[in-house]
């Protein structure tokens, strides 16, 4: 099988839409893959701004705290794509993937709470083309090549929150992050007197993660999150071997939740990752580049308090992987609300995020769609 460094075909192009259906990302090639968000509706439509302080994401293990009662809730995503590169557009991606899910309550008569959530940690599913031609037998062969890939690395976290007092929460996390991918490399020939080559190949991931988190709320109108989270470096296995290994980031959180008023609420979040220390890993296996990487985000909630609230955010991303020493970056626009019913036991939400990428040799336009639906008994 050809080493990842086949990464850069993929901002190179000669692909159709129809190869592309299932990519979450352009990106996707690149490094272990295209970044996932732990992270639930509400917080998307929030530019992720909450994430630190949200029960609903697998951000902050201190947050479960915020599970006033039993409450399971999963999510679906949609994304449709355009990207552009060399001067080649490609339009019509799409591609739809249950990225999160979680399960959470208060453990009776303690001042604990606990959660199970599953994520994308990384999305590994791309299907590149490309055309070339080989000298064979003195004889110039064109030949045709399909290289594609279907799979993830997924996070499934396990976490405890202890109320320490109405103010102040902790909380603590066991992430195993695990996953498999299905790699075909496929190559005809333009010359019937050569046999069309096969080979499928099965990769697993392995590693195993902890976080730590607080959060605060010193006022009745401020609420603060801090949590930073460690992984062991991700194994990469075919036939029961390790065929390599790679450096996993050590990820800082905080965040801010504001009352402007008793309806009205400003969060601002920040995210910072060590990719860096993947960089001679990362470029050994497929030649690209690592970086570290920041996220800003902000966001408003209207009515925060009333049956149908109403949310908005910015946020910026970089992104850690690109294929060339220009770092990709990502801005969203984010919008959404949630609906309650049953009776306040169920509640339907869901974001809209315009999704703005730039960098590596590539431009990137998407639209992604969440939803949720959460219940409890």
Known sequence: MKRRALAL?????????ADLEAQASVYSVLGIGFPGRAVG????????AIEALDPGSAVNPAAVAGFRALRAVVTTG???????????AVEGLRDTRFPFAV?????????????ASYALYADRTFDLQTGDTLTLRGATVPVGDQISSDGAVTDLRGALAWVVSRSL???????????????????????????????QTETGFSAVGFSAGVTAAPTPWLRLGAAVRTDTRLAETRGGLVIGRVNLPTTVSGGVILGLTPTVRWSLGVTWRSWSTAADDV???SGASAFDTWEVGSGIELGATSRIPLRAGFRY??????????QVREIDLAAGAGVPFAGNRAAFEFAVERQLRDGGGATERAWFLSFSLWLRP
């Open 169 to 199: 929460q902790v909380g603590a996390g066991v992430h195993i992050i695990s996953g498999s991918t299905r790699e075909v490399f496929d190559r005809a020939f333009g010359d019937t007197n050569y046999t069309r080559v096969r080979q």
């Open 317 to 326: 991303a970089e992104l850690p992987f690109s294929p060339t020493s220009e």
């Open 78 to 88: 949609s994304t449709f794509r355009r990207y552009e590169t060399d001067g080649l």
């Open 283 to 285: 470029a050994a296996h």
């Open 103 to 115: 399960i959470g309550g208060p453990v009776a008569r303690t001042p604990v709470s606990f959660a």
């Open 41 to 48: 509706v509400r917080a998307r439509s929030l530019g992720g």
């Open 9 to 17: 075909l993929a901002l190179a192009a000669a692909f159709s839409p």
